[in-house]
């Protein structure tokens, strides 16, 4: 990933303060406060956890009216996972709240278990090291889809290097493990050998909608894809994963987190609504117009009028 110019650098950590001031949905990290550099974090990440018991559940807030929101550039891609897009920081600008991860990390660096989606991530052995996720029933998509274990196997199968069909951005910690869904809601990793930070695997936005993948590639079950498919089918998932998300359309990109994108999303701004099947507390602002500023000057004045 190209390390973000000092300028840039400065704009996004201002901009993301500004984004957390405004958004108000459930708490802000400062730029970097889940580990990515430069990245302002995700909005419901200033977690405390559930009563001491390492989990988070976004908390309730007052409803309010629209905010607006300056940002460097404009929205570019849903899949920040690839590595054309990776190196994009305004698009987690965006992303930050309509995508969900299996965890949040607190003020101090600590991964709590996203618990509004998940009844539990844990090791469920050592020796060999596997990892169980347990996904609540009747999540969702914003278009009414199941958010389940076909959205990690398809993470898992991306991001794991045993195909050369996808183009993630990086395949650290899944290229060691294999990936299984039990049933829908039970997805396992097996490692070949121990991985500390397995908790990092599936941040950052990369849970996708399977579903949408299967509908526009004609893939009847995603989690049949293996290394060992046709080449055909992996070739059709693979080409969609890198770049059938790429630009904007709201009919092939539905949110797992608190707000939703509005069909008014231009190239210009980024229209927010609040998603009527998030699984937690709703966010806060009724809208969340995000709009591309490059000048950091001329983004404090916009704002401050």
């Given amino acids: 990933m190209t390390a973000p110019s000092r300028r840039n650098r400065s704009l ?38 559930d009563e001491g018991n390492g989990s988070y559940r976004a908390p309730r807030v007052p409803p309010g009216p629209a905010v607006f929101v300056a940002h460097g550039a404009p929205f570019t891609g849903y899949n920040n996972a690839t590595v054309q897009m990776n190196s994009d920081p305004d698009n987690d600008v965006v992303l930050n709240q309509v ?31 596997v990892v169980t996720y347990k996904i609540k029933p009747n999540v969702r998509w914003s278009d009414g889809a199941p958010w389940d274990c076909s959205d990690f196997y398809l993470a898992w199968l991306a991001g794991s290097g045993t195909t050369t069909y996808f183009t993630p951005a990086t395949t650290r910690g899944l290229d060691r493990a294999t990936g299984e869904c039990r049933d829908k809601n ?20 990369v849970i996708l909608p399977a579903h949408v993948l299967a509908r526009q590639t004609g893939i009847a079950d995603v989690t049949a894809l293996s290394a060992t498919s046709a080449p055909a089918d992996l070739k059709r998932a ?10 904007f359309n709201a009919a092939t990109m539905p949110a797992s987190g608190p707000y939703q ?11 927010l609504i609040r998603n009527t099947d998030w699984a937690g507390n709703p966010g806060g602002p009724a809208t969340i117009v995000l709009r591309s500023v490059p000048d950091a000057a001329a983004a404090v004045r916009g704002l401050a009028s």
């Fill in 12 to 49: 996004l950590n201002l901009l993301a303060g500004l984004a957390c001031l405004a958004v108000v949905t459930t708490g802000c990290l400062p730029a970097g406060g889940t580990g990515r550099p430069d990245v302002g974090a995700p909005a419901n990440t200033q977690a405390r956890g």
């Fill in 261 to 271: 994108f509005d069909s008014s999303t231009t190239d210009e701004h980024t229209v």
């Fill in 238 to 247: 693979g080409d969609f994963w890198n770049s059938g998300w790429n630009g």
């Fill in 99 to 129: 995508l969900a991860d299996p965890f949040v990390v607190d003020g101090n660096g600590k991964f709590l278990l996203n618990s509004d989606l998940l009844v539990s991530a844990e090791l469920t052995s050592k020796d060999p090291q």
């Fill in 186 to 205: 039970t997805f396992v990793e097996t490692y070949r050998s121990p991985y500390a930070d397995w908790r990092e695997n599936y941040m950052h936005h």
